[in-house]
């Protein structure tokens, strides 16, 4: 697949056809992957400064009333929570598209693609069962997205909910379930995968999903 990044170039205008076949292109399954990868690795980078500065927070219950003692967190929490959500939301994604090329091969994102809610793209795989703590995660995620892990506000009071504090434990849920739709990603795509309208990915190898790569083997 050619690189679609032409650095300081300006603004190209295809063709019917040739918008096509470059949309389908850039929504392989691979390139999902690719993302989702960038993005966990963002949010890693980030939490190697997560000591750097803390803030004091509240929990809060159901009503909005502080159920205990302020603790602290770190300043950085929210952030990495908004980039563990997007890339959760791509590798998901990834695997939607894998599975039925016919979600992006007419040129646009199906309907059930044009969500940010974790839980329920996650419910569209097949033989996919979160934990319930994995399954807490993705909904933290969820809010996180549109919401605190980018703005102070929601866009309507009706949408407020409660932020949680990324910590050790969380950061494991995360990549643990990071760690397995990855693979599945992968291993679905590593000999290729065709859109069904032309676009195609040739065959591909990582070490980093346990791949065995022989110097000798073909990619074609």
Known sequence: MANK????????????????QLFVRDASPASWLEYAEELRDAAELLWSHSS?????????????VPSEGAFKVSSISRT??????????????????????????????????????????????PGLTLSDQERK?????????????????????????IEIGVDEQ???????????????????????WDSGVGPQTLKMRSNKYEDKIHLGDSLI
């Open 52 to 64: 750097d500065g803390l803030r004091v927070a509240v929990t809060l219950d159901q009503q909005f």
């Open 170 to 192: 969380v950061r494991k849920t995360f990549l643990g379930i990071f760690d397995l739709l990855a693979h599945q990603l992968y291993w679905a795509v590593r000999d290729g």
């Open 137 to 161: 995660f993705c909904e933290s995620a969820t809010a996180a997205i549109p919401y605190w892990g980018r703005y102070p506000i929601p866009l309507e009071k009706g949408g407020l909910s």
């Open 80 to 125: 990495y929570m908004l980039l563990a959500g997007f890339a959760l939301e791509n590798v998901l994604k990834g695997i939607l598209v894998a599975i039925y090329p016919t979600r992006v091969n007419t040129g646009n994102i199906t309907r059930d693609l044009r969500s940010h809610n974790l839980p329920s793209l996650a419910a569209k795989i």
């Open 5 to 20: 990044t032409e650095v300081g170039s300006s603004p190209h205008l295809y063709s019917e056809s040739d918008s096509l």
